[in-house]
């Protein structure tokens, strides 16, 4: 593609002589196009990649040119305040210039996309850019300047984004982090910030990232999953959802237990949509991520220390406030930490149809994570007063799993009944049955009823949600 910046015969770097540069154009672009549609597999494979690598390169060659003359000849300090587009017009009006200077002809498109990543470079992510505004994309992981995945519909795929080099990357990091106010360097070398349109953002810079530095963005949905669409998505059914229902509006406490990506915020904004609209909910969370429906909702966001190491404000320092801000419920994104005690004892006192997540791979699993979290937290009780405390807490855990073949499924809804002698008694109710594999990877399975009553079906019953019986029976094997 990038032969016409060749003299006849002469190298590619050579650039076309820029004589009547207007009318050789659309004639080539002519030509281009039908050839590349009428045979697209006969060519020797190696050759167009080859030219589409080298003109990649090309014009990343123009662009960093560019970017450096856009950068000298912009007012950066001006440019806080201007609008996007007299931004754009400068960056077209430089380029036009600079494109002159250097003898270099590109056509519509090329120079459409030029525009773009020089007004994403100045303004945004630069190259990770186009990645966020993707609809389909869910998250971006960048491993240095030269690797970049995304994840679509819960599979990874490595993408041919790229940042010039390491140098570049580390640009754009400290350009996100100091807009929030820190500062990553050797000396600190990993942050955590919220991007403009809320995407949770982690990065990690050499030496500690060893290979060049790691990014990690869950993007924001700015329409997140409701029930319906994960019923749609077949992430639970609709019995499971009518459950759900009677279980979230009956005040039940409700621990959504899960791995890294697995839906947990997802679904536990898609739970809170059945509180009641009359009720006062606050919402604590490291990086503000749920989005709820209700009318009378008060949001709190953790806080990390600044460069001086001050101004810390844990969750676990929201939740006390909290709890003297009269809420009707609690919900914390993720409990991972001391904040656990204030959760469990929150449940415990007033303030039932508490919500958390948890990060755990089952619902024994999330109940020894919070043992855990108590025993990490200082506090000096006996296990069985622990477990008590949690037994009593806790009414019900859902769990949310990505399968291998990306899915997200919540593969069980485990009720806590009590306590037996030491343990922790618990009784599942629903659960995700996988039957086989299709050939094309895809899981086959069902959800299923365990067969077991709910053991709260008296309490659902009490407050107007009278369930069928038949919610509970389970479909035969056949
Ligand atoms: N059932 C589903 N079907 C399709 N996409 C889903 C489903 N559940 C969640 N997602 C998508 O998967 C991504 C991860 O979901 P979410 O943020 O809820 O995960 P998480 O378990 O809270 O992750 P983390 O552990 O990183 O906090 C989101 O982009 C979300 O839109
Ligand atoms: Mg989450």
């Known amino acids: 593609m990038f032969s016409r910046y060749k003299k006849p015969g002469g190298s590619p770097q050579t650039p076309a002589p820029s004589a009547s540069p207007e009318k050789a154009e659309p004639a080539a672009q002519l030509n281009r ?35 450096k003359r856009l950068l000298d000849n912009l007012n950066l300090a001006a440019l806080e305040t201007a609008s996007a587009q007299d931004l754009r017009q ?50 971006i992981l960048v491993n240095g300047p030269q690797q970049i995945f995304v994840e679509r519909a819960g599979k990874l795929q490595l993408t041919d984004v790229h940042f010039k080099d390491e140098r570049h990357l580390l640009r754009i990091i400290d350009k996100i982090v100091s807009a929030v106010g820190r500062r990553v360097d050797e000396s600190n070398p990993y942050v955590d910030a919220r991007l403009g349109d809320g995407s949770r953002f982690n990065a990690m810079v050499p030496p500690i990232a060893v290979d060049g530095s790691l990014v990690s963005i869950r993007k924001f949905k700015k329409d997140k999953l409701g029930v319906d669409d994960l019923v749609k998505f077949g992430a639970f059914t609709e019995e499971m959802a009518a459950y759900l229902q009677a279980a979230v509006a009956c005040r039940l406490n409700v621990i959504v ?3 890294t990506g697995s839906g947990k915020t997802t679904t536990l904004n898609a739970l809170s949509s059945f509180i ?13 991520e749920l989005q709820l429906q209700q009318t009378h909702v008060g949001r709190m966001e953790s806080r990390p220390a600044n460069v001086e190491g001050r101004g810390a404000v844990s969750q676990r320092d929201c939740l006390k406030n909290a709890l003297r801000m009269r809420p009707d419920r609690i919900i914390v994104g993720e409990t991972r930490g001391e904040e656990v005690i204030d959760m469990l004892q929150a449940m415990n006192t007033g303030h039932d149809g508490s919500m958390t997540t948890i990060h755990a791979n089952s ?5 020894s994570r919070l043992e855990n979290m108590i025993a990490m937290a200082g506090i000096e009780m006996p296990l069985k007063a622990v477990r008590s405390q949690i037994a009593s807490a806790v009414n019900l855990i859902v769990q949310a799993s990505r399968l291998q073949d990306g899915s997200r499924r919540m593969v069980s809804i ?8 030491e343990v922790i008694s618990m009784q599942e109710v629903f659960r995700y049955e996988r039957l086989g594999l299709a050939p094309d990877n895809k899981i086959i399975g069902r959800f299923n009823a365990t067969g077991v009553r709910s053991y709260y079906s008296e309490r659902f019953k009490q407050w107007g949600y009278d369930l069928p019986a038949s919610i509970y029976e389970p479909i035969a094997a056949e």
């Open 90 to 139: 400068e960056i077209v009006a430089i380029s036009a210039e600079a494109l002159e200077e250097l003898s270099v002809v590109l056509n519509k498109d090329e120079r459409a996309t030029l525009h773009q990543e020089l007004f994403d470079e100045v303004t945004g992510l630069g190259p990770l850019e186009p990645l966020l505004k993707d609809e389909s994309v869910n998250d």
């Open 363 to 367: 619902a024994r699993d999330a109940v």
């Open 257 to 259: 237990s899960g791995g």
């Open 33 to 67: 196009k039908p050839v590349a549609a009428a045979k697209p597999m006969q060519a020797a494979k190696a050759a167009p990649a080859d030219k589409e690598k080298k003109r990649k390169e090309r014009l990343g060659e123009i662009k960093v040119e560019l970017h």
């Open 414 to 421: 485990t009720e806590v009944t009590g306590m037996e002698g």
């Open 276 to 288: 009641d609209n009359a009720e006062r909910i606050l919402t604590i969370e490291d990086t503000a």
